[in-house]
């Protein structure tokens, strides 16, 4: 395996700890990670764990949804793609846990119940079971499971496109809970929400699947070559899933404030930085395209068409070729063994190996005498 940087390498975690420090800023500087007066306190534990808990899973959602995506569409059946499956399963696993520990920190904050409380156990269990929003929950942990299964289990573009459904339909129940639940426009707000998580999903979880595309491949050049074309052809679905995101939050911040003067307070703040931070990712994924990218396709040895033709098209044609050679082989042993049989059957019997039959006029003197 050719030696791999370590900024590259580090790449991944480092994003990890960089969302979650920013999430714990965020609560720190908003106010919401502190304890609300007049209502009972679940913790300290519980106020900072909920976030971190929420990140987990978010993350390691949009890495399943992502290996997805880039597996069914952007990388042709091979080592890549069993790779990516792989990933897709891993990630699901620690979806599914980070799940659970999100819906016991949800549940300790909604009922300022400590998790150290004797009741805690019973209350949780009639959440889960008689609440919506407990079974909600319940509900995506089950599917995180299930897709966790499918993913190491099926294989194939195919298998990967089917299994893409279930972390969609989590993110589709996902997008009615939280602020779009309580939004005055709620179908739009609830529309906006999906559109948003998807968007990031895919954006974010394909950027860690091409991470692992990239850093596993091995010194064969098709290896280098699949790599380089699964990093242009997901450059256009960063595109798309910048525009989505970026469209999605001008709409939920527009619900969610009443007026312009809401930009001054500490919500409109943290709105105006993720703005900020928007345009700089933008700008980023522009400079990665027009300049990485190409560089990229030239240093594995590709073309700038074969690097954008689809895989799946190339795949097609070299099955098609190995058919044909096939197929001529086939016909051409088929016609060897009628010219042979033609040929035994234009020799005289005695030199096909038969014995030579008796001479008629031999055996009638033979007779008569």
Known sequence: MPPRPWWLIAAGPAAVLVAVLAVLAGGAYSGASQALSGFSDPGALVRHGLPVATVVTELSLSVTLGSLVVAACLVPPGRAQSRL???AGSAS???????????????ANVSGTSPASPAFGQGLAQFVTELELGRLYLAIIMVAAVTS??????????GAMWTTLLPLAALAAQSTTGHAAGAADHELAVGAMLL???????WVGGLGSLLVVVLTRGEQRDDGRVA????????PVAGWCFAAVGISGVLNAWIRMASVGDLLTPYGTLMLVKVVLMVALGGLGFAHRMWVVDRLGKTSGVSAVRRLAPAGRRAAGHRRRLRRRRGARRDRAAGARRGTRRRLARLPAHR???????????LVHRVEL
């Open 93 to 107: 696993a620690v979806w599914a846990v980070a799940a659970v520990a999100q819906l016991v920190l949800r549940y």
């Open 85 to 87: 499956l792989a990933t």
């Open 352 to 362: 096909r190996g038969a014995a030579p039959r008796a001479d008629h006029g031999a």
């Open 149 to 158: 299964a499918l993913a190491m289990a099926l294989g194939g573009p195919v």
């Open 196 to 202: 948003h998580l998807v968007g990031a999903a895919v």
């Open 228 to 235: 380089a074309a699964a990093v242009a052809r997901f450059s």
